[in-house]
């Protein structure tokens, strides 16, 4: 259960914290056996975090979900109610229901953080909502394929480098974009750009070190951003990113 420490360290406190059917706790269960299968012989997540995989890898990518619906751009005439929650001291609220219908791309999957995870949950939230995931190590391709398959959660797997992805991007808007531990910020808006749109939103969860990436960003982008705190570590953030245009020079 959750401790009082808050962590989520098992199934059961996961579905307190965000409120998932048994489905897909099933689902996510599945999904934990399979990545301790496969870890013996493809590298999927740092083995010290092998026995922390509620609370360092599957709560620490669905408390994106309710962060994806922001109900007014974070410019303008400022942050939607999140984001004045956010702002006020406040805590981030429990998933609710996403927009149903959103495209949801996640950058470098890897082992499927948090893109695969919130794939399983928008399967149960927002049914219509589509999830494309891109990761160039082709085990690590047949990996997520494989869960998506156990748990009967459809997902685009494109098997590619985030970079060819994006300079083949043409009109393929998405409304969320996600990405964890794949690169630095400024180099993570260069790849989500082509997929911009004035709706779109990206959630990178970022370390101690996120505002540093956020100025490094701001010399190369021109973007509204907010920093949100982690449910899952003291000392992280997630940065939230809306209206993401390159810096024109003069």
């Known amino acids: 259960m959750r401790t009082a420490s808050g962590r989520i360290d098992t199934a059961e406190a996961f579905q307190e914290t965000f409120g998932v059917s048994r489905e897909t706790l099933d689902r996510l269960r599945t999904y934990e056996a399979l990545l301790k299968s496969w870890q013996r012989v493809v590298n999927l997540v740092s083995p010290a975090t092998l026995d922390d995989v509620w609370h360092r ?19 303008g005439e400022g942050p939607g109610a999140r984001g004045r929650a956010l702002e006020e001291g406040g805590k981030i609220p429990r998933p609710g229901e996403a927009s149903g219908g959103q495209s949801w791309l996640d950058l470098g999957s890897g082992g499927g953080f948090p893109g695969l995870v919130l794939a399983i949950l928008l399967a149960e939230k927002a049914p219509q909502a589509r999830m494309t995931l891109v990761e160039s190590d082709a085990r690590k391709a047949a990996f997520l394929g494989e869960v998506a398959r156990k748990t009967g959660v459809a997902v685009e797997i494109r098997a590619e480098r985030s970079e060819k992805c994006a300079t083949q991007a043409n009109s393929r808007i998405r409304n969320v974009i996600t990405a964890r531990a794949l690169a630095p910020l ?17 959630l990178f969860p970022k370390g101690r070190e996120a505002e540093v990436e956020i100025a490094e960003a701001r010399t190369r982008f021109d973007f509204d951003c907010q920093l949100a705190p982690s449910l899952t570590d003291a000392e992280a953030r997630i940065v939230i990113v809306q209206n993401l245009a390159v810096r024109m020079e003069g």
């Not at 890898?57 to 410019?75: E, T, V």
């Not at 180099?187 to 990206?202: E, I, R």
């Open 186 to 202: 400024p180099k993570l808006l260069g790849l989500a750009q082509p997929f911009f749109s004035p709706p779109t939103v990206a």
């Open 57 to 75: 890898h599957f709560a620490d990518s669905a408390q994106l979900l309710d962060l994806a619906d922001i109900s007014s751009p974070l410019g």
